[in-house]
């Protein structure tokens, strides 16, 4: 079986790049001032094409998750949590990345961005409980 990777794109690449270095970014609009995640290469709202990019804090909330019981990958243990998290910063981008906690998530809970480097091109975003 064949190890699927993110195949990062012309509008991802920059994302996964400030991932490798722990820089949570999302994109933001320099007309409207809309942000985004995933990354793209002009704004929903206003269609224009000129945007930067906006470190913003790796928090947020889980929206909703699944268990995972299918061997997708080689070496990955099954089964395991894939969570849905809304970003505090920036309300309607949705991110999604495996669970680290001791325990199942719950719905609402505050959670925190960890990075798990894979290897020396690959950095994933996971998410833990957030202390307190």
């Known amino acids: 079986m064949m190890t699927y990777r993110p195949e990062p794109d012309r509008d991802s690449q920059e994302w996964w790049e400030r991932i490798a270095t722990r820089e949570f970014a999302v994109q933001r609009c320099d007309m409207c001032g809309t942000t985004r995640f995933p990354a793209r290469a002009f704004c929903p709202a206003c269609r224009t094409e000129a945007w930067h990019w906006q470190e913003v804090e790796p928090e947020g ?3 909703s998750w699944i268990v995972n019981h299918q061997p997708f990958m080689p070496g990955a243990r099954e089964p395991y949590v894939v969570v ?3 970003l505090a910063a920036v309300p309607g981008c949705l991110v999604y990345g495996n669970w680290h906690g001791e325990r199942p998530p719950e719905p609402g809970e505050r959670v925190r961005a960890s990075y798990n480097r894979i290897d020396e091109t690959l950095t994933l ?3 833990t409980p957030a202390g307190g």
Request: aromatic residues 12%; positive net charge; without cysteine.
């Open 61 to 63: 909330r889980v929206e």
């Open 84 to 86: 849905m998290v809304r």
């Open 125 to 127: 975003v996971n998410w």
